[in-house]
């Protein structure tokens, strides 16, 4: 009895390879999506801090001079903030594409492995009817050869 071979197996090889190859890029995105978000809690502690000292400043009085470098500081990490965001959503179309491509590669694998088992189980009922047509007459030559010697 030879063994099942699916004809499709380097295909579904293959398929399994680019599945797994979107499942690392999603994770890369996502990654890349948290780090950002990093950036952008950073940036604002940044903001309140800067703000806290310069109004902490304030009421003790500060010259001018340096009053302009606090709030050139804050319009900068402002400015920040804002490409962050950008970024951001930048980033965030990347992933729902990357999800997007991993959903249809697994699509394609699976349609692929179902189509292998299927083909697999249909090998087995072939194999399941041709043992039982053997044993079948086997059974009818046993027979035969029973009834055979009797009349003999």
């Known amino acids: 009895m030879k063994k099942f071979q699916?004809?499709?197996?380097?295909?579904l090889k293959y398929k399994r390879h680019l599945e797994q190859v979107a499942k690392q890029e999603t994770a890369q995105a996502v990654?890349?999506?948290?780090?950002?978000?990093?950036?952008?809690?950073?940036?604002?502690?940044?903001?309140?801090?800067?703000?806290?000292?310069?109004?902490?400043?304030?009421?003790?009085g500060m010259v001018?001079?340096?009053f302009n470098r606090y709030r050139e500081f804050i319009t900068a990490v402002d400015q920040s903030i804002i490409l962050e965001r950008n970024k951001k959503t930048e980033l965030e179309k990347i992933l729902d594409d990357k999800r997007e491509a991993l959903k249809q590669?697994?699509?394609d694998k699976k349609s692929l492995e179902r189509l292998r088992e299927k083909?697999?189980?249909e090998y087995t009922h072939e194999m399941i009817q041709d043992a039982q047509k053997s044993l079948d007459e086997i059974a009818s030559l046993k027979t035969a050869r029973e009834v055979n010697n009797e009349h003999v």
């Open 105 to 107: 590669r697994t699509i």
């Open 64 to 66: 001018a001079g340096r």
């Open 119 to 121: 083909q697999a189980r």
């Open 31 to 60: 990654a890349d999506v948290l780090t950002c978000e990093q950036r952008i809690t950073g940036l604002q502690k940044d903001k309140t801090s800067a703000t806290d000292q310069l109004e902490s400043l304030m009421e003790k």
């Open 6 to 11: 699916f004809r499709l197996q380097s295909l």
